[in-house]
């Protein structure tokens, strides 16, 4: 089983087993994670902590609970044009986008980083 395919069924399990739309808010959380135009994973995690949520991001990378996030604070980090921009792609409106990015994100930086490093 591929990466993604193991974070696809993480979506589903965290969904509560109806991952309505998971597998296409995964691409997009995928595609936040390995954004080459903002340097990738470690990118990502840096855009956390220059906007205040250096702790909040450090314990999705580090061994231990996954602090969470708000729809708001993906907006601080990831912009209203890039979460407008996956709201049109899927349908959505950007509020629920940022709600779900928020809800799936953790988990995601979680399993990308086992060792507890973003690299």
């Known amino acids: 089983m591929s990466l993604f395919e193991n974070l696809e069924?993480?979506?589903?399990?965290?969904?509560g087993g109806n991952a309505s739309g998971g597998s296409?808010?995964?691409?997009?959380?995928m595609s936040l994670v390995n954004n080459p135009e903002t340097g990738g994973l470690q990118g990502l995690v840096q855009q956390f902590q220059s906007n205040g949520l250096g702790e909040v991001v450090n314990s999705w990378v580090g061994n231990g609970a996954n602090q969470p996030i708000s729809g708001d604070q993906i907006v601080q980090v990831v912009g209203q044009d890039k979460l407008n921009e996956i709201a049109s792609k899927l349908g959505m409106d950007p509020s629920q986008i940022s709600g779900l990015i928020a809800q799936h994100l953790p988990g995601v930086i979680d399993k990308l980083t086992p060792q507890g490093q973003a690299n």
């Open 24 to 29: 296409e808010i995964l691409g997009h959380v």
């Open 9 to 15: 069924q993480e979506v589903g399990s965290l969904a």
